[in-house]
């Protein structure tokens, strides 16, 4: 296992011209699906300082002064003698991700730099096939280390971090579309995360066709049609001759809004809204992963059972979909989230009392996770409300 790490940070410093004589890999430090991220010292960086300054690094990618301060900065820092390493991490897009994939992704880091708790992309290169990303590598701790040990402040700044970083994504109009743990860096002694791998995201209103979610409600009911045509007798039929719809469905199982399992053509930045919830749902909840479905239709399941059955029928309706369940779990009104949390921390809800502040991070849970994508608040609201406001105490 260990060797065969090793012979692919070969492979890969051996695959670009002059790489060894810029970074110094030094380890593995995340494997998905799309790509394999490796630390590395960058050896032509010169800097005093070990952390890299989010604010500055931001500053630096925005477009450049007038005045250009890196000669003096570089010339400066190699006349002293110590020196610190900088860090960044390099990114090897998977040979097999489309090259519009690549672009996409690439681009949009672009459009981001400067974006306050947005991972700044350092720079990028091709040879052939094989893309490479770099970018400033952020110290953070693994979600599940210490999400169970947080406080209702440790939650609110967390997310304070995030959704930072998710209305200045959103004011770009785009879709991250994959916001999970793993894609946020937070780094719990200094409390800042970034946001990272925007491989999946995209530009609001790019390839999308209307859905009657955006149309008004008498018009919406009369476009209504079965998600399952019964035939005369009431039963199924055996073949659907309607067209399939069609949707983005991109992103993470247990992270997905309704309105993406309800193949809602019209989807919005508040699918990350929604992803939002999830996470703090687990953190309140300490149950990581909180939803665990293996698809779409168990995703589904899984909420109704929460929501219950009434408001998930209204939910589907609002895409155009019927829901219909004769799932015996599935009750009509569900449960609230204040009794999943008491149970779920081992609480009882008749001895057991919600503190204030874990009420207000619940208000802003609901808020969070309103299944209609409409009336669910938005990042920028999200920074406005009296929970996220406890983050700037
Ligand atoms: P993927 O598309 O494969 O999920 P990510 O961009 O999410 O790629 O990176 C995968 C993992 O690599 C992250 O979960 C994180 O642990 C690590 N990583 C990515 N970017 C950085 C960074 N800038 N600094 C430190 N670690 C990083
Ligand atoms: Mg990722």
Redesign the pocket.
């Known amino acids: 296992e260990n060797s065969h790490i090793q012979q692919d940070m070969e492979r890969l410093q051996n695959c670009f011209a002059g790489f060894r004589q810029k970074y110094r890999l030094i380890k593995r430090?995340?494997e998905?699906?799309?790509?394999t991220?490796y630390k590395a010292e960058d050896l032509l960086y010169d800097s005093y300082d070990n952390s890299w300054d989010l604010d500055k690094e931001a500053e630096k990618w925005s477009p450049p002064p007038l005045k250009n301060n890196t000669q003096d900065y570089h010339s400066q820092s190699q006349s002293h003698r110590r020196r610190k390493p900088k860090y960044v991490?390099v990114?090897k897009i998977y040979v097999t991700s489309s090259p519009s994939r690549i672009l996409n992704e690439l681009e949009l880091l672009h459009d981001l730099r400067g974006c306050k708790s947005v991972?700044p992309l350092i720079t990028a290169f091709r040879w052939t096939d094989q893309v490479v990303a770099v970018?400033?590598?952020?110290r953070?701790a693994d979600f599940r280390d210490y999400f169970r040990d947080m406080t209702v402040p440790d939650m609110a700044i967390y997310l304070r971090s995030l959704f930072t970083a998710l209305a200045s994504v959103h004011a770009h109009n785009i879709l991250h579309r994959d916001i999970k743990p793993?894609?946020f860096?937070y780094d719990p002694s200094s409390r800042r995360g970034v946001l990272?791998?925007f491989?999946l995201a995209e530009r609001e209103g790019y390839d999308c066709k209307p859905c009657v979610c955006h149309d008004d409600p008498s018009i919406r009911k009369a476009k209504l049609r079965p998600l399952v045509n019964r035939d005369e007798k009431g039963g199924y039929p055996r073949e659907d001759t309607r067209p399939s719809r069609r949707a983005n469905r991109a992103g993470t199982r247990g992270f997905r809004a309704p309105e993406v399992l309800f193949k809602c053509t019209e989807q919005t930045t508040k699918i990350d809204v929604w992803s939002v919830g999830v996470i703090l749902l687990t953190i309140l909840s300490r149950r990581f992963p909180f939803f665990n479905s293996a698809d779409d239709v168990e995703a589904m399941i899984e909420i109704a059972t929460i929501f219950g059955r009434q408001r998930m029928q209204a939910a589907a309706l609002l895409h155009g979909c019927m829901l219909e369940t004769s799932i015996p779990t599935i009750g009509k009104s569900g449960f609230s989230f204040e009794g999943i949390i008491l149970w779920s921390t081992s609480r009882s809800e008749t001895k057991d009392k919600i503190a204030e502040d874990e009420k207000l991070a619940i208000q802003f849970l609901k808020r969070c996770m309103e299944l209609d994508p409409s009336r669910r608040i938005s990042a920028e609201e999200a920074l406005q409300h009296e929970f996220l406001q406890m983050g700037l105490e």
């Open positions: 430090i995340g998905g699906t799309f790509s991220v991490a990114k991972c970018l400033p590598y952020f953070h793993t894609n860096l990272v791998d491989g």
